[in-house]
C-alpha cells in the first residue's frame, strides 16, 4: 500500500515539473515578452550603468555601511519635512545668484528697509536658530 | 466513508476551471462544457493584430486536477427549485450544490447588417475564424477610413476596443500606410473610456496617435452596401473597412424559475456572493453573471475563489476587483484597476506593465491547473495592488 | 401614462457611465413613446445624462435629486 503512493507522489510530482516546463517553454517561446524585456534591457542607459558597475558597487557598499544608513535615514527624513514650494524658491533665488548683474549691491539704508520685510526677518530668525545649532 | 456531496459546474471556462480544481477534494466536483477545449479569449486580440494563435485553447480534461469529472455535452434546462439539470442529450443529472459559467452568446443578429459585415471584416470578440478576418483587413488596407465601433457597453474585455484600434495603429504605422489611414473608434460613452479616470490615461494616447473618437455613437445597423453605420441615438458614420464589438448575450440555456434570468439572458446573481436570488446552493459566475461588473477572466477567477470560500464555510465576499490588462501597441501597457468602492487608477502605460500583461496571459494555463500553487501568490499581488494602495501612487 | 409603459432603470451603485451604459442597453430595446426612469447615486450622471439627450433629441420629462438617488425620467421620441 504505501509503495502504491510512493510511486503516485512520484507520478504527480513529474507531472507537476512537466508542467512548470510547459510554463516555461510558454514564456521562452513568447516573442512579444522578449521583445518587450529587451527593449526595456537594451538601452544606453543599461549601457552606461554596465559599464559603471564597479563603481556601483562601491557605493552601494559606502552607502550601506550601518553607520550611514543610519544618516541616510536622516537625511531622508529632512528630504521629506521639506516643502516643495519652499525648494523650488531657493532654486529661483539661487540661480539669481548665477546671474551676476541682477544682484545689485545695496546701502545701508536699503538693508535695514528689508529688514524690516517680513519674509527677511523670517527667514533671518530660521537661518539664526540653524547657526545656534550648527555652533553648539 | 461520507460520501462527498455532489458539486455540477456548468461551463470550463476559467471561472469554473479554477472552482473545479479549488473544490476537487471536498467535493465529488463535475464540469460539464460543450466543447472538449477550454479557449483564452483574449488570445482572439493576438490572432486580429499578430496572427498568433499559441494561447488560444487546450483540451479542458488537460487543465482539471485528478478526481473532477468532465462531461463535454451541453446543457439545455436548469432547474434550482428540483435540484438538478438536463442535458442535451436528455440525461439528467442532481445536485447539492450548482455554479453556473457558461459565459456569453455572442449575438451578431442584434444589430441589423452585423452578420454581412463580420462576414467581410471579421471581429475579435467571436471566433478565431473572425479574428484572422481582422489581420486580413488590416494587413490589406492601403488607405480609407478604418473604424471600431462598440455594438454593446456590456461587451467581453472592457479595454478591448482601444487595444484594437491602437494595435491596428501599430500594424498601419509598421506598414508605413497609416498617414493614409483615418481611424474612427465610436463608443457609446460621453467620453472615450466610460470610467472618467482611467479616459485621462487613454485620451491623451488616443489623441497622440491621431485617432478620432465618436461618443454616444453605439452601432445599430449597418448598410454594407453603402459602407454606413447608423447608430442608436441617430448619427452615421462611413467606413471602408469596419469592426463592430458585437452584442453580448447571456447563455442560451433554459433556467427555473424564469426570474433568475434577465430580459438579455443573463442570470440575476448577488454582487457580492454570487448566490442565484434566494437559493443558496446555486451560483452564477464569470461573464453569464448579472454580478460581474466586467467581463474578465481575472473577475471570473476572483469570483470562484469566493464561492469555493463560500461553500466551504467562509464568509467570503467579491470586492469587484478588476484587473484588466491593456496594451497600447509598440509594446507598451497599463492595467485598468479598481473594485466596487474605488474608480479606476489611473496607471501609467509603460514597458513593464506590457511586460506583466503577456507574463499573465503565458501563466494562465497553469494559474488554471494549479489553484494551490499560484493562490498565495495572486492574493499578495491582489492585495499590494489594491485600488486604495494605488490610487496613493497614481494621483 | 400608464405605469405599464414606464420602464424602471436602476443604475444606483454603479459608478460612472454605469447609468448611461445601462440606458443604451435599455434604449436598444425601446420604442417611440416609451418613458424611460433611471435612477442612479453617480453624482456624473446628471451631466452625462444632459450630454446624452442633447446628442440623441429625445426628452427629459425630469431630472431630479431624492434624498437617496438621482432620477431621471426620459420620454423616447427620437428613435428612428
Redesign the interface.
Known amino acids: 500500500m504505501e509503495e502504491i503512493n510512493e510511486a503516485e507522489l512520484q507520478s504527480e510530482s513529474i507531472e507537476r515539473l512537466l508542467n512548470l516546463v510547459e510554463l516555461l517553454n510558454n514564456i521562452l517561446k513568447d516573442e512579444e515578452l522578449l521583445k518587450a524585456i529587451s527593449n526595456l534591457l537594451v538601452s544606453e542607459e543599461t549601457f552606461l550603468v554596465i559599464d559603471r558597475l564597479p563603481q556601483l558597487i562601491k557605493l552601494i557598499e559606502k552607502l550601506t555601511r550601518q553607520e550611514n544608513l543610519e544618516k541616510l535615514d536622516l537625511l531622508l527624513g529632512l528630504l521629506e519635512s521639506l516643502d516643495k514650494e519652499i525648494l523650488n524658491k531657493m532654486g529661483d533665488s539661487l540661480s539669481v545668484m548665477k546671474k551676476k548683474e541682477e544682484a545689485k549691491p545695496m546701502s545701508l539704508s536699503g538693508l535695514i528697509t528689508s529688514l524690516s520685510q517680513p519674509e527677511v526677518s523670517k527667514g533671518l530668525s530660521l537661518m539664526l536658530n540653524l547657526l545656534k545649532v550648527l555652533g553648539s | 466513508m461520507i460520501e462527498k456531496e455532489k458539486f455540477l459546474i456548468v461551463g470550463g471556462g476559467s471561472g469554473g476551471a479554477i472552482l473545479a480544481n479549488s473544490l476537487a477534494k471536498e467535493f465529488d466536483v463535475t464540469v460539464i462544457n460543450d466543447s472538449p477545449n477550454h479557449y483564452y479569449w483574449p488570445q482572439l486580440l493576438q490572432i486580429a493584430f499578430r496572427n498568433d494563435y499559441s494561447n488560444l485553447y487546450r483540451p479542458l480534461s488537460s487543465l482539471l486536477v485528478k478526481g473532477v469529472n468532465l462531461i463535454i455535452d451541453s446543457v439545455k434546462k436548469i432547474d434550482l427549485q428540483e435540484r438538478s439539470i438536463t442535458l442535451s442529450t436528455n440525461k439528467k443529472l442532481s445536485y447539492d450544490y450548482i455554479a453556473i459559467a457558461p459565459g456569453v452568446t455572442i449575438d451578431h443578429k442584434s444589430i441589423e447588417g452585423n452578420e454581412k459585415l463580420v462576414n467581410q471584416f471579421g471581429d475579435f470578440h467571436s471566433t478565431p475564424e473572425n479574428a484572422s478576418k481582422v489581420f486580413n483587413i488590416v494587413n490589406s488596407m492601403k488607405k480609407g477610413t478604418f473604424v471600431i465601433s462598440v455594438g454593446d457597453p456590456y461587451h467581453r474585455c472592457p479595454p478591448s476596443p482601444y487595444e484594437g484600434i491602437l494595435l491596428a495603429d501599430e500594424v498601419f504605422r509598421l506598414r508605413g500606410v497609416r498617414e493614409n489611414i483615418n481611424m474612427v473608434l465610436a463608443v457609446p460613452y460621453p467620453r472615450a473610456y466610460p470610467a472618467e479616470t482611467f479616459n485621462e490615461v487613454l485620451e491623451p494616447i488616443l489623441k497622440e496617435r491621431g485617432i478620432n473618437v465618436m461618443t454616444f455613437f453605439t452601432a445599430d445597423k449597418i448598410d454594407t452596401d453603402n459602407k454606413k453605420i447608423t447608430s442608436l441615438e441617430g448619427e452615421e458614420l462611413s467606413y471602408d473597412a469596419a469592426i463592430v464589438v458585437p452584442v453580448h448575450k447571456g447563455p442560451k440555456i433554459e433556467i427555473k424559475p424564469e426570474d433568475s434570468v434577465n430580459q438579455d439572458g443573463f442570470i440575476n446573481a448577488d454582487k457580492l456572493t454570487n448566490q442565484i436570488l434566494s437559493y443558496d446552493d446555486a451560483f452564477a459566475i464569470g461573464d453569464a453573471s448579472t454580478s460581474t461588473n466586467a467581463k474578465t477572466g481575472v473577475t471570473a477567477h476572483l469570483q470562484a475563489k469566493v464561492v469555493a470560500k463560500r461553500v466551504l464555510g467562509l464568509d467570503a465576499k467579491n470586492t469587484g476587483r478588476t484587473n484588466c490588462p491593456t496594451e497600447i501597441g509598440f509594446q507598451k501597457g497599463t492595467f485598468v484597476i479598481s473594485d466596487y468602492n474605488h474608480p479606476a487608477v489611473k496607471v501609467p502605460a509603460n514597458t513593464i506593465n506590457f511586460i506583466m500583461k503577456r507574463l499573465f496571459a503565458d501563466v494562465y494555463w497553469d494559474v488554471i491547473k494549479h489553484p494551490e500553487f499560484w493562490d498565495p501568490i495572486f492574493d499578495v499581488y491582489f492585495e499590494r495592488t489594491e485600488p486604495e494602495v494605488l490610487w496613493r501612487i497614481f494621483k | 401614462m400608464s405605469e405599464k409603459e414606464k420602464k424602471v432603470i436602476d443604475a444606483r451603485?454603479l459608478?460612472?457611465?454605469?447609468p448611461?451604459?445601462n440606458l443604451?442597453?435599455a434604449?436598444?430595446?425601446a420604442k417611440n413613446g416609451d418613458v424611460l426612469e433611471i435612477w442612479a447615486t453617480d453624482p456624473?450622471f446628471k451631466s452625462?445624462i444632459k450630454?446624452?439627450i442633447e446628442?440623441?433629441?429625445n426628452e427629459l420629462v425630469d431630472l431630479k435629486e431624492d434624498k437617496d438617488k438621482i432620477i431621471a425620467v426620459i420620454k423616447i421620441t427620437?428613435?428612428?
Open positions: 451603485g459608478s460612472c457611465p454605469g448611461i451604459t443604451t442597453k434604449y436598444r430595446n456624473g452625462d450630454a446624452w446628442r440623441t433629441k427620437a428613435k428612428k
